[in-house]
Every structure is written in structure tokens, then in C-alpha cells.
């Protein structure tokens, strides 16, 4: 009897562990155990093109301009500057889809306890790069988004 409970419980929870995997892995990073800031040059070795142009414009705004709010001034895998990170962390769920050496990991959360501006649905797209997952661009599913697309004029000279 014990078996047969055991086995039941297993094939319910199987599908949703099937839902994760190493391309969620590199995405969780920025979420758990606390949030990371993306744009911060230590995770740049986790990016690929096309959205480490924009990383690259934003280093480049902070360079030039110290004084001055760089091109990203948010929390790009949040859609937001502030947020609760126990209401963040006890809300947070990622399924990913892959398809070769892609794969498109979708994370929901809120923000805060309560609200539904608070929440948040977010696409992370993947490409593997020698073995390794990398995140090549972010899309706020809930803002209508996405970071490569992104402008980012501060960091740019005139020609």
C-alpha cells in the first residue's frame, strides 16, 4: 500500500519537477538566494549578445557620466527598482522550454504581499554557449519589453 501511495505521489510531483532544469539553474542564480542586479559586470560571463550591447552601453554611460543615472536603472529580472524579497522568494516559479541550444525560461512572481500591479511574468531567453547556459535577453511579459531593445543614449558620442 505504502508503494503504491508512494508511486501516485511521484508521477504528480514528477511534471512540475520536469518544468526545471539547468537553463532555469542559470536564471534562478539571479533570483536566489537573494535577488542580483544583472547589469553588474561581475554576472557578465552569465550573458550573451544580444543584450550584453546594452550591458556594454551602460558601462560606458557609467564611465563617462559617474554623475549621472546610467541607461539601466532598474532591476531588469524584476520590471522594478523595489520589491519584498520574503514575498519575492515565496512566489517565485520557472518552467522552462528548450529547443537545442535555446531555451526560454518563463518566471512569475509578486513583487509585494499584496496587488496585482505586483505582478510579474518574465521571459528569459537562453542560448548555450561551450555547454553553458547564457542569458542573451529578458522580456517583461508584464510591461511589454524587452532589454536588448532598449535604448540606451547616455553611454553613446556623438560621431
Not at 505521489?9 to 542586479?37: D, H, T
Not at 496587488?115 to 547556459?133: F, I, Q, T
Amino acid at each position: 500500500m505504502r508503494l503504491t501511495v508512494l508511486a501516485a505521489a511521484l508521477s504528480i510531483a514528477a511534471p512540475a519537477a520536469a518544468l526545471a532544469g539547468p537553463a532555469s539553474n542559470a536564471v534562478k542564480f539571479f533570483y536566489m538566494p537573494e535577488v542580483k542586479f544583472e547589469a553588474d559586470a561581475k554576472y557578465r560571463d552569465r550573458f550573451t549578445e544580444p543584450v550584453t550591447k546594452l550591458f556594454d552601453l551602460n558601462d560606458r554611460a557609467q564611465k563617462n557620466k559617474p554623475d549621472e543615472v546610467p541607461c539601466i536603472d532598474f532591476a531588469p529580472g524584476l520590471d522594478a527598482q523595489d520589491f519584498d524579497e520574503k514575498t519575492l522568494a515565496k512566489t517565485l516559479k520557472l518552467s522552462e522550454a528548450v529547443d537545442g541550444d535555446s531555451a526560454n525560461v518563463t518566471v512569475t512572481f509578486n513583487l509585494f504581499p499584496e496587488g496585482d500591479e505586483s505582478k510579474r511574468e518574465m521571459v528569459w531567453s537562453l542560448k548555450k554557449v561551450d555547454g553553458k547556459w547564457k542569458v542573451a535577453d529578458i522580456t517583461s511579459k508584464t510591461s511589454g519589453w524587452t532589454l536588448s531593445a532598449l535604448e540606451c543614449l547616455v553611454g553613446q558620442t556623438p560621431e
